[in-house]
Nanobody
Framework: EVQLVESGGGVVQPGGSLRLSCAAS????????MTWVRQAPDKGLEWISA????????YYAESVKGRFTISRDSAKNTVYLQMNSLRSEDTAVYYC?????????RGQGTQVTVSS
């Protein structure tokens, strides 16, 4: 059974940083691309970033390019999302998903709130 557990969310002021983690189990992590998606209040899912199985290729939405960095550690079966220069519009529930630009399966999410 695929399990994805996100952590690292919280409340941060505009301009601040957070690092999200997603611990994966139930599949051979090193063989799969991983994706971060988010859902802001009253909005649909938005792809934020993705990384290939070997980390050689990444994708970033225009809204986060230059501010967010995706990475992975196959020894820890974990994918990360470093978020810098956070803005109020980054407020959302952040999910990790198995696969390239996928939305399912995904974890339960972690809330990120950017507010002064």
């Amino acid at each position: 059974e695929v399990q994805l557990v996100e952590s690292g969310g919280g409340v941060v002021q505009p301009g601040g940083s957070l690092r999200l983690s997603c611990a994966a189990s139930g599949f051979t992590f090193e063989n799969f691309a991983m994706t971060w998606v988010r859902q802001a209040p009253d909005k649909g899912l938005e792809w934020i970033s993705a990384i290939t199985s070997n980390g050689g290729r990444t994708y970033y939405a225009e809204s986060v390019k230059g501010r967010f960095t995706i990475s992975r550690d196959s020894a820890k079966n974990t994918v990360y999302l470093q978020m810098n220069s956070l803005r109020s519009e980054d407020t959302a529930v952040y999910y990790c998903a198995k696969g390239w630009l996928s939305t399912k399966p995904r974890g339960q999410g972690t809330q990120v709130t950017v507010s002064s």
